[in-house]
């Protein structure tokens, strides 16, 4: 094992909102920094905020990238925080005629697994090493310390672990909130379910924001206050995004005299359409590719998907004579219904853990990553959105007594963990009972909508689909098995066919 180099200057190429905060943290735990982008604004605008903090002298301008490798030390470190696709290849290509065996590329970037380990492929071959590495906790935490998970081969990760140790969140004990995710295009592939999980989570706690809103007509300042106290106690204690929509809630504009932003925010989410976030569409992706049932993080990322054509929604109103606008719900004590809608988003946001961790382990067991799920675990603590120090603490046994290879008694999966069990099993009223108010509303509420069905169907052993089966075979042969057989657990085609209808 190679011992780990004491870095003191690494290259950032990619100065946006993350590479700049990253930047500018290198910096101030003491690294040079050599900057590298196609927007001189961008590199000023860092120069300028590192002189407010007096660590200008750690920032370095380079317009090449042969100026840029010849500033660096031995072994050269890059880190990226670039756009994906084929922006990073680009990069890479210019850099390549500079870089020597045991270089180390750190890819920051929320990109393609994929990308990642075809990236790994080009590079092991002129001994250099490629790390795949997510980064969560928003333009915030790369500046102050953002939640880290890196993928690669053991050797090239130890090499750069006690660098990101020093940089990483901290969670309450002080633990730096990175650690080896697995080999391959695992880092990149965790934080790409992160990013599912935290829609799943995000949309359930909006759904939750509307119905308080319109449904019981709570103003900002109550709904702030019931996020707050949801945040401080219970199964969603420590969450992250119940903090921030708390804070959202009751934030005011002092140069608009003092109203509430968030009555201004229009109701559209474009980032999955524009392109400046890929991660949400590859979950899903990966979810139908890896034969995971995961509705509350798919159905919200349709949610966002719809909301981002405001243009097609106002011609569809118009077309349909108007829309079904929320209504103010007939609740006769509020307070036990606010405890059954804390409980919904509370099983909502635990459900799409653990669809989450589904698409995780599936793709593990298919390319082999030997996914640390403790280390994984370490990188949620803190610093990243999906921080829900409730629920992590639910899920902690199952996730530090992880035992690679024991995918047929489906260890990873958080249904069958009765401690887990439990807990969905005691939302399933509060969140049935929100659902049946919220839909004769016309409330919208596709993630907490979907977690009911997720729990109903994915514990019940008769389903409609006993017809659908039928269908299939009636005008595709495709067969079936039957009621009472054995060895009919898993998904294997059946054994028998019936002549519904002569050919």
């Known amino acids: 094992m190679a011992q780990a180099p004491e870095f003191n200057k690494l290259a950032m190429i990619g100065c946006g909102n993350m590479g700049g905060g990253m930047a500018l943290l290198f910096a101030e735990n003491g690294l040079h920094v050599s900057l590298s982008d196609p927007s001189e604004t961008a590199i000023d605008y860092i120069i300028q905020q590192a002189k407010k903090t007096g660590i200008d002298d750690h920032i370095h301008k380079h317009k090449d990238y042969k100026s840029l490798c010849e500033s660096l030390g031995s072994p050269k470190l890059f880190v990226f925080s670039l756009p994906h696709g084929a922006v990073g290849d680009a990069v890479l290509d210019g850099l390549m005629p500079f870089l020597k065996r045991g270089d180390i590329i750190l890819d920051c970037a929320n990109e393609h697994w994929e990308n990642t380990e075809r990236r790994q492929g080009k590079c092991v071959t002129k001994g250099i090493r490629y790390i795949g590495c997510g980064v969560s906790g928003g333009y915030q935490a790369a500046r102050r310390g953002p939640s880290m998970c890196p993928g690669s081969d053991n050797e090239s990760l130890e090499m750069v672990l006690p660098l990101l140790r020093k940089v990483a969140a901290k969670d309450s004990q002080g633990r730096p909130c990175v650690g080896k995710a697995g080999l391959g295009g695992a880092g990149h592939y965790v934080k790409m379910i992160h990013n599912g999980i935290e829609h799943g989570m995000m949309s ?21 206050a019931t996020f707050e106290k949801w945040n401080e106690q219970g199964g969603l204690r420590g969450t992250f995004l119940i903090d921030i929509t708390s804070k959202i809630s009751r934030t005011t504009d002092p140069s608009s005299n003092n109203e509430y932003v968030l009555n201004a925010v229009m109701d559209k989410v474009v980032q999955d359409v524009c392109g400046e ?44 004579g108007g829309d079904w606008p929320a209504q103010k719900l007939d609740v006769q004590d509020k307070a036990h219904f606010l405890e059954d809608l804390r409980m919904a988003v509370y099983t909502s946001c635990l459900a799409a853990f653990a669809q989450g961790l589904n698409i995780i382990e599936s793709a593990n067991q298919t390319n082999k990553w030997c996914i640390d799920y403790a280390q994984v675990l370490q990188i949620w603590r803190a610093g990243c959105i999906i921080q829900a120090d409730g629920i992590e603490e639910l899920i902690r046994p199952v996730m530090e007594g992880y035992e690679n290879g ?33 839909i004769a509303g016309d409330h919208v509420i596709p993630a907490l909508g979907a977690t009911l069905d997720y729990l109903k169907y994915s514990t019940s052993l008769d389903l409609p689909t006993q017809m659908t089966e039928a269908q299939l075979d009636y005008f595709g042969k495709h067969m079936y098995d039957k009621r009472g057989d054995l060895d009919t657990a898993d998904p294997i085609m059946g054994k028998y066919h019936f002549e519904w209808k002569p050919a």
């Open 406 to 438: 024991q995918k047929k008694n489906g260890q990873m999966n958080l249904l069958f963990h009765h401690h887990v069990a439990k807990e969905l099993k005691s939302g399933m009223q509060p969140l049935k009972q929100v659902v049946l108010k919220a």
């Open 277 to 320: 976030e890929g991660t949400g569409v590859w979950s899903n992706e990966e979810a139908v590719s890896q034969h995971v049932a995961a509705p509350t993080l798919t159905t919200s990322h349709f949610l966002r998907l719809a909301s981002a054509y405001r243009g097609e929604r106002a011609r569809a109103k118009e077309a349909f």
């Open 204 to 224: 359930a706690i909006s759904e939750a924001w509307g119905i308080m809103v319109w449904g019981l007509g709570m103003d900002n300042e109550e709904v702030g």
